[in-house]
Every structure is written in C-alpha cells, then in structure tokens.
T-cell receptor
Framework: DTEVTQTPKHLVMGMTNKKSLKCEQH?????MYWYKQKAKKPPELMFV???????INESVPSRFSPECPNSSLLNLHLHALQPEDSALYLC???????????????FGDGTRLSIL | GQQVMQIPQYQHVQEGEDFTTYCNSS?????IQWYKQRPGGHPVFLIQ?????EVKKQKRLTFQFGEAKKNSSLHITATQTTDVGTYFC????????????FGKGTLLTVNP
C-alpha cells in the first residue's frame, strides 16, 4: 500500500481535451514532485514544490501546468497534449527539510496516461 | 547536472543465484539512493548511502558506497522470485537537494 494516492489510475484523452491528475499525501511532507516515466526508462523529474512553492521546473512544456493548493495536494493540469506525452506520471513526496542530503521520496502508484 | 551510469541494463538469473548492479559517476557524490520498481508498480525507496565506504545490509541485500564516493553497488544474495523488478540508483544533481537523477536501471528477472 502506498501512502501517496494518485487519481485517476488510468486516463485516456484526446489532444484537445483538458484534464487534471491529482496527488495527495498525509505524511506531513513539505516537498512534492511530478515525474514522467516512459516504458523501460527511469523516472524523469518534471516539477518540484517545496513548501507549496514551485522550486524546480525542468523545462517542461506549458501544456503541463502544476498546482499545489496546499501542503497535502498536488495537481497536474493537462491541456493540448501530444501522443508522445503518453506515459506513466508519478507523484512523490519527501519530508522537505533538507540541508545537505536528499531524503527518501515516497511514490504513488502513478497515472497511466494515453493520448489519442 | 550530474549523471550516473548503471550497469548491467538487464540481468537474468536462476533462483538462488546472486545478483549485483553497479552505479558509477565521474564526479564525487554527496549521497546515493537505491529504489526498486516491480513490474507495473512504482519506485520504492530501499536505502540511502552517505558516508565514504559505507556498507548497509537489509536481509539478503547489501549496499556499498565506494571509498571515493563515485560508485555504488547493490548485491542480492540467493535471489528469489520476489526480487524481480528494476533496481535504480539515484543521485543529487543540479545543485538541488530535491532534484534526483535516476540511473537507467537494471531489470532483474529470476527463473524459478
């Protein structure tokens, strides 16, 4: 069982649709992450929120729009996606009180996204 | 940002055989993390190594961090079918404590 909950588990959308992915954690973590993972590849970091502020954007196209409404929730708004955006989207969280080293990241089960 | 090379890409073993995956960096690392991802699953944190020459054990898994903090290994003794999955190392990169860069991973399959 994962302590990071992602919805939906699967999503099929057309290139003109608008949809949102949701992520929730109740571990009191203050850093939250979005990753994209293609089949047989490692997760690739997209965004990092630290204390509800966007701290890292890995040059992600603007058709992906993150939002952190509060310390427990993380959304990823999708608009006008391309077929190559089909992938597993993983949310993760960590304590966020880092000074010198990373802390473990706890991943959700992910949303499998297919763009038609 | 920093990169890490992970080998081998694939490893198939008979149940009971040992398995090792290696991660190497051209630069000194502050720390290294290891994750396991089962087929169809999500990455699960296994361990973090911080100190030069550090060795940590978790049951049949042994993790090592090189003396120069440029390489690391994960060794599984007497593999079981439950060990199947992709093992990733992950390092700090880009000067951020939040940014993890994953190695390409080693996919372990175990023949019962």
């Amino acid at each position: 069982d994962t302590e990071v909950t992602q919805t939906p588990k699967h999503l099929v959308m057309g290139m003109t649709n608008k949809k949102s992915l949701k992520c929730e954690q109740h571990m009191g973590h203050r850093a939250m992450y979005w990753y994209k993972q293609k089949a047989k590849k490692p997760p690739e970091l997209m965004f990092v929120y630290s204390y509800e502020k966007l701290s890292i954007n890995e040059s992600v196209p603007s058709r992906f729009s993150p939002e952190c409404p509060n310390s427990s929730l993380l959304n990823l708004h999708l608009h006008a996606l391309q077929p190559e955006d089909s992938a597993l989207y993983l949310c993760a969280s960590s304590q966020g009180r880092m000074r010198t080293v990373n802390q473990p990241q706890h991943f959700g089960d992910g949303t499998r996204l297919s763009i038609l | 940002g920093q990169q890490v090379m992970q080998i081998p890409q694939y490893q198939h073993v008979q149940e009971g055989e040992d398995f090792t995956t290696y991660c190497n960096s051209s630069t000194t690392l502050s720390n290294i993390q290891w994750y396991k991802q089962r087929p169809g699953g999500h990455p699960v944190f296994l361990i973090q190594l911080v100190k030069s020459g550090e060795v940590k054990k978790q049951k049949r898994l042994t993790f090592q961090f090189g003396e120069a903090k440029k390489n690391s290994s994960l060794h599984i003794t007497a593999t079981q079918t439950t060990d199947v999955g992709t093992y990733f190392c992950a390092i700090n990169s880009g000067g951020s404590n939040y940014k993890l860069t994953f190695g390409k991973g080693t996919l372990l399959t175990v023949n019962p």
